[in-house]
């Protein structure tokens, strides 16, 4: 989101700033700087446009700061036609809540009516909400009449090294994510949406991201909950999301603009994290922890030297987490995060429950499969973190005014 | 917290606004106006002082965004030195990271160290973070010699109708409450403070509020997760504070400026709330959904009339919530009210888990009991909440610099 920091602000030139009245142009667009630490200004006014075109929202819009993810299965008995209903439904809804409107009348005029939107965003502004569709393996089972329509690499993920998934916290026929600069909205519109989907979908699983974890284009890396930067060598430049996200020609025709989705919800123990002496922090992430550059440097966004050696050994550790996620050390594979901080409050044995609500995008889950099988196998950040939710999805391509998400598979 | 909304910064006079630099005044602080609807602009650099004087802060505190509140329990065996070295410690973490500071060094420069901070608010602005501690009737049991200090009013609450309380998230010994406009930098607080604490106390229960629900002074009025507005008749005067909330002379000395907290998580059945229609939803609180407004008036702040009648019947149900709960109808019993939403995912027969973490100081908790006996007892609300946690605390009173908080325990 755009920001501005109060250094930014109060140290423009010429001892002041004005700000036409009436111009409809938020204050923060106004005085973005290029300042790099986290802003301090929060402009909840902006709204992301539903009817985008090529690319469904909330995958390159730079991360807001709070993401609600919820998982539905389908109802048994559900019809092809009840399922479209159920999209073209959600689309109009999301559309009404991304331009900061309610799904229904809170106040129904006539006598009897249940209000047809649940009301607790009701003065609240858009917070840049956007809400993103993703549909599952299962979809293309032999339940809808989808099968020929199945995304080619659309497939339950392999159990990988060092997975510890529970059963409760796995998969899904359909996924929503919404992300806000304000909670209460992006909680709002998943409510609200699970409300209209009642009868057709029921829940599944839920993962509430408190802060944004992971670094979208012009903005400053945030910090995880382990305390390191996260994010900074994110892809963030549409030549790159041509190259790795979005799906162009090479898979079933009604995918293209749209891309794949792995969501993991991944614990870490950060009270034996905390117990880690610095040193050894830095080496398991191969990076330092205020700066976050990489060890072979000075700054975050240095570029980080594998091959460099201290002593007759490398420098950065070949099993830390950067060397084995390092696009240079996976054949050029790179995958867009989208990362948010949850806590779960307190575990069974009296410790803080928390982690990370890990969300990529990729043009074949493949990407995702191929990294996480190295860092599961040998990540030194392994002994301090746990793969407890997973799944996958195909995110059908963006909408324009008058279509519905995933209308194609209705043709 | 001091805010604008986009109404009030683009409709000022003479079309433009003229920000001085480098003033230190806080953007949001120099945008203020009275316009009464939420603010659209956050501004994360403000900070509270901790060494406040008569009363600790995050009770008058005008209510931040969010809420992290954490129970502890002492571990057996621990003496009153440590317990004084950790009260001491804790007031003077809370003071350096409620001015935005970390608790010690992020990169200790000694080898093997470990780091003093967690790391995960380095760059992150105050966010008007306060930490509020409170002492629950065990601090006065024969552990600690503290009995003849026992605050006169302090014991566990008695059971009251409708109370459905799970064992795991009643009482504690102790509680923190971080609130801040940022809920990493309140996390953070309560994770720092919880580290800090390990060996001499245990984690209790926890709930984390994602979004104020209770209004303060100056404050517009927010909505609860059943679409309300919530604290619409708060206590907000300080004339109000003293006669409701602040220890004078008629308790223990030691206790003079502080006060009594009640903490309530309760769940609401959301789901079965959006089934109502609005006519009994507005029934059962008393007021209007969108404006508030007593069902006897026209304006949220409108005094509501309890006598006045409709076709022989009572316009606010007596049984309604606000009927019930209303000062005219109790005396004159008033609290100080800090409410937060909060959401723990889905429950085990998928429906969304949610609902209210009520906050209330008091100059006596029977104020507390009062209000609960008769709204346990009767409120139409009932049919759709559940009060499931609970606990009572002695709130010592403010510190000046150079004190520590409940230092007049161990004079």
Redesign the interface.
């Known amino acids: 989101m755009t920001g501005i920091s109060?250094r930014g602000?109060?140290?423009?030139a010429?001892?002041?700033?004005?700000?036409?009245?009436?111009?409809?142009y938020g204050?923060a667009q106004a005085l973005d700087t290029d300042d790099d630490?986290?802003?301090?200004?929060?402009?909840?006014?902006h709204s992301v446009k539903f009817y985008a075109g090529a690319h469904q929202v909330g995958i390159a819009t730079p991360p807001q700061r709070?993401c609600v993810f919820?998982t539905f299965g389908v109802v048994d008995g559900t019809t092809p036609q009840e399922l479209q209903i159920l999209f073209a439904r959600w689309s109009s809804a999301i559309a009404q809540m991304m331009a900061g409107k309610p799904v229904g009348q809170?106040?129904?005029q006539r006598?009897?009516?249940?209000?047809g939107?649940?009301?607790?965003?009701?003065?609240?502004?858009p917070a840049s909400l956007t809400v993103t569709l993703g549909l599952g393996p299962g979809m293309f089972d032999d339940r809808f009449g989808f099968a020929a329509q199945r995304p080619r690499r659309l497939r339950d993920l392999p159990a990988m090294p060092s997975d510890n998934l529970r059963p409760g916290l796995t998969g899904g026929d359909l996924a929503l994510q919404a992300c806000a600069d304000?909670?209460?909205v992006a909680?709002h519109a998943v409510?609200d949406l699970?409300?209209l989907g009642?009868g057709v979908v029921?829940?599944?699983?839920?993962?509430?991201g408190?802060?944004r974890a992971s670094a979208g284009a012009g903005q400053?890396t945030p910090?995880?909950?382990?305390?390191?930067k996260d994010g900074t060598r994110n892809i963030k430049e549409p030549a790159e999301l041509d190259e790795h996200v979005w799906i162009d020609r090479d898979d079933v025709d009604w995918m293209r603009g749209g891309t794949y989705w792995v969501t993991r919800k991944i614990q870490m123990n950060?009270?034996t994290w905390?117990?880690?002496?610095?040193?050894d922090?830095q080496r398991i992430f191969g990076r330092?922890?205020?700066e976050g550059a990489p060890l072979t440097g000075a700054k975050e966004f240095d570029t980080p030297d594998f091959e460099a050696e201290r002593d007759g050994a490398p420098v950065i550790d070949p099993t830390s987490h950067i060397a084995l996620a390092a696009h240079e050390n996976n054949e050029g594979t790179r995958i867009l995060r989208r990362g948010f901080?949850y806590?779960d409050?307190?575990n069974e044995v009296?410790?803080?429950d928390?982690g990370l609500l890990f969300i990529a995008f990729c043009k074949d889950p493949q990407q995702f499969v191929r990294l996480q099988t190295r860092l599961g196998r040998s990540d030194l950040l392994n002994e301090y973190i746990s793969h407890i939710g997973s799944a996958v999805f195909a995110v059908p391509p963006g909408v324009r005014r008058g279509e519905y998400l995933a209308q194609a598979l209705f043709a």
């Open positions: 109060r602000l109060f140290a423009g010429g001892g002041g700033l004005v700000l036409g009245a009436g111009t409809g204050l630490g986290p802003s301090d200004i929060v402009d909840l006014s709070y919820m809170v106040e129904p006598p009897g009516a249940v209000p939107d649940t009301g607790e965003a009701e003065g609240l502004a304000d909670p209460q909680y409510r699970a409300r009642r029921d829940t599944g699983w839920t993962v509430m408190f802060g400053s910090r995880n909950l382990q305390g390191f950060i009270e905390d117990a880690d002496d610095l040193a922090q330092t922890k205020l901080n806590t409050g307190i009296g410790q803080l928390a």
